[in-house]
């Protein structure tokens, strides 16, 4: 393990202990909140005359890590490759096409483990779409309610916790309780959204692109929000955001993905101060600076990720890397130890001193963000 990991391990450790007397925890606070092993969903792409399947869009393919208990995992990447296909494999929300998702340590809707009725009150998700998320016909208080009252709470009781859900949300029940989602700000409703997923207790909550519609001062106000019913409620997070900035601030872990794949994860710390995977350095590099000197004046990756249904052989990245070799095309860089808590890895051939790339074991890591997009990104190869 390198220096740069020794801190942020500590961190990642601290928060794998989860209070003493949550009843719900049957595996102890050692056993990830989820195991995810090989994870695959293959689109089926039809066509032609006869509609048939003419091919596959890999958009998750393959995927291998762990949630822990309590911590905030980040999830980063381009528009398309994967993050939420990713949310709603786990959220068992669509099949899979390959891998498991072990929950607590147990095996979901099979014959031994957790029932898919027990599993669905344990996660649950949060949509950045936060209108179409609520049913318009129903006043907040009503949609709150339901859950709980689908899941044997009486009417009255029901009524009772939606009432105190959306004072903890920040919404006064005399005010809010009988609106209609109309009557309601984008800031508000995503509010009720988040209310109506604590509703059901649960233990861990997906939150895809859960704040990003929302403008910058509420972003801030229900970032702190969900920070403040993380420790109340003893939660743990998925959180996927394509704002590095948000991820960078909620995030104890982040798992980078391109093109259906994990091309890095590790502490938040490691990941923004010592990325490894020049995908990682990329994306970092186009965030915006308020600072002039540090603009970016040529963007930093260019053209469009390669096409999923048919991704390049080996590396995924290697058409867009500007440390591509030959050996880049003919063998696919693994993570390895990924599954450990605490390890910052990259799935890079650089990152492998056996790989037999040329700069392998040799490229200096790029601190903070370079001055010249591409150019700079290169010279740290
Ligand atoms: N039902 C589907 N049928 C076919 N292809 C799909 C389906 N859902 C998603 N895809 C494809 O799978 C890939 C991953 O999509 P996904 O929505 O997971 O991306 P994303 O990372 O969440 O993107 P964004 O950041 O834009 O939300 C994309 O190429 C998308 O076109
Ligand atoms: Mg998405």
Not at 47 to 67: E, I, P, Y
Not at 209 to 225: F, G, T, W
Not at 290 to 316: K, Y
Request: aromatic share 4%; glycine share 10%.
């Amino acid at each position: 393990m390198s220096s740069t990991e020794t801190p942020s391990a500590s961190r990642a450790a601290q928060l794998s202990s989860v209070p003493e007397g949550d009843a719900r925890d049957r595996g102890g606070p050692a056993q990830p909140m989820l195991i995810v092993t090989d994870l695959k969903k293959h689109f089926p792409i039809k066509g032609g005359m006869l509609n048939r399947t003419q091919g596959h869009v890999r958009a998750v393919d393959g995927v291998s890590f762990n949630v822990l208990k309590g911590e905030t995992l980040g999830v980063v990447g381009e528009s398309g490759c994967g993050k939420s296909t990713l949310a709603r494999l786990l959220m068992h929300l669509i099949p899979h096409d390959g891998g498991e998702v072990l929950f607590d340590g147990e095996a979901i809707g099979g014959v031994r483990g957790l029932t898919m009725k027990e599993f669905r009150r344990a996660m649950q998700m949060v949509f950045q779409d936060s209108y179409s998320s609520l049913n318009p016909r129903l006043p907040v208080e009503e949609s709150i309610a339901y859950g709980p009252r689908v899941h044997g709470m009486s009417g009255e009781k029901a009524k009772e916790l939606a009432r105190e859900l959306l004072t903890k949300v920040g919404l006064k029940p005399g005010l809010f309780a009988q609106r209609y989602p109309h009557e309601l700000s984008g800031g508000q409703k995503q509010r009720v959204n988040i209310a109506r997923a604590l509703a059901l207790e649960p233990r861990l909550l997906i939150l895809d692109e859960a704040v990003s519609a929302l403008d910058k001062s509420v972003e801030a106000q229900v970032l702190n929000l969900l920070r403040q019913l993380k420790r109340h409620f003893n939660l743990t997070y998925v959180f996927i955001s394509h704002d590095l900035d948000v991820v960078q601030y909620i995030s104890d872990r982040v798992l980078v993905m391109y093109l259906g794949e994990i091309v890095e994860i590790g502490p938040v710390d490691a990941i923004y101060d010592h990325p490894k995977h020049p995908y990682t350095r990329a994306l970092l590099a186009s965030r915006l600076s308020f600072d002039p000197a540090e603009r970016v004046h040529e963007a930093p990756i260019t053209g469009d990720p390669p096409n999923p249904i048919n991704p390049p052989s080996g590396c995924r990245f290697r058409t867009r890397c500007p440390m591509a070799e030959s050996i880049c095309a003919e063998a696919s860089p693994r993570l390895h130890g990924a599954v450990a808590a605490g390890m910052h890895v990259a799935a890079c051939h650089v990152q492998n001193p056996g790989s037999g790339h040329s700069l392998a074991g040799k490229a200096p890591v790029l601190v903070g963000k370079p001055k010249a997009g591409a150019a700079a990104l290169a010279a740290t190869a």
